[in-house]
């Protein structure tokens, strides 16, 4: 099983900074990583896929990178609305993992 | 528009069953690999089971390997997960997920989740 380590655990950041998210996995998944976002009382939103492809109807402030075992979320300039929770996953190989998730909250 | 609606939650007791379901619409759904993916009380989120297309293939994580079966009915574009033998770790909310076969089944529609608590 393929494990991911999100880091940091939270991140307190103001509206208008820039919020670096890390995962990290315990084996190659090659580019297939995404990135989903989860508000309070939400359903979880596709952000990222392939590590790098933004989503349809994603604003540019969000971007992908990594390959392999290390990947970046990174959130240019921070909405009100970005507070919220950031997972991570993984499609290379069964099961499917999520990383146990990165709290942005306001600081 | 893309619509999952998820029904068949509910209180059962250990060791009970569930069957949960998902009626999409607005999408060509015998096209899809469906998931289902939960998320207990105040924790993160754990991929359950997949399926494709077809039906033809079925994924389970271990944690509920031998007791939930996913299935498919493409004729009513409605997915299922039987729940037997549960147990207080099932205790969740449950999404239904469609994967999108051009972007590689990336889970993009989600359904808005059914709460299945288990507990005497």
């Known amino acids: 099983e393929v494990v991911l380590t999100q880091s940091p655990a939270t991140l307190s950041l103001s509206p208008g900074g820039r919020a670096t998210l890390s995962c990290r996995a315990s084996?190659?998944?090659?580019?297939?990583l995404a990135w989903f976002q989860q508000r309070p009382g939400q359903a979880p939103r596709l952000l990222i896929y392939?590590?790098?492809n933004r989503a349809a109807g994603i604003p540019a402030r969000f971007s992908g990178s990594g390959s392999g075992t290390d990947f970046t979320l990174t959130i240019s300039s921070l909405e009100p609305e970005d507070f919220a929770v950031y997972y991570c996953?993984?499609?290379?190989?069964?099961?499917?993992?999520f990383g146990q998730g990165t709290k942005l909250e306001v600081k | 528009e893309v619509q999952l609606l998820e029904s068949g939650g509910g209180l059962v007791q250990p060791g009970g069953s569930l069957r949960l379901s998902c009626a999409a619409s607005?999408?060509?759904?015998?096209?899809?690999?469906m998931t289902w993916v939960r998320q207990a009380p105040g924790k993160g989120l754990e991929w359950v089971s997949s399926?494709?297309?077809?039906?033809?293939?079925?994924y389970y994580a271990d944690s509920v390997k031998g007791r939930f079966t996913i299935s498919r009915d493409n004729s009513k574009d409605t997915v299922y997960l039987q729940m037997n033998s549960l147990r207080g770790e099932d205790t969740a909310v449950y999404y239904c997920?469609?994967?999108?076969?051009?972007?590689?089944?990336?889970?993009?529609?989600w359904g808005q989740g059914t709460l299945v608590t288990v507990s005497s």
């Open positions: 392939d590590a790098s």
């Open positions: 997920v469609g994967g999108v076969p051009a972007i590689n089944y990336y889970f993009v529609y």
């Open positions: 084996q190659s998944v090659g580019s297939s």
């Open positions: 399926i494709t297309g077809t039906g033809g293939s079925t």
């Open positions: 996953q993984q499609r290379t190989n069964w099961p499917r993992t």
């Open positions: 607005g999408f060509t759904f015998s096209s899809y690999a």
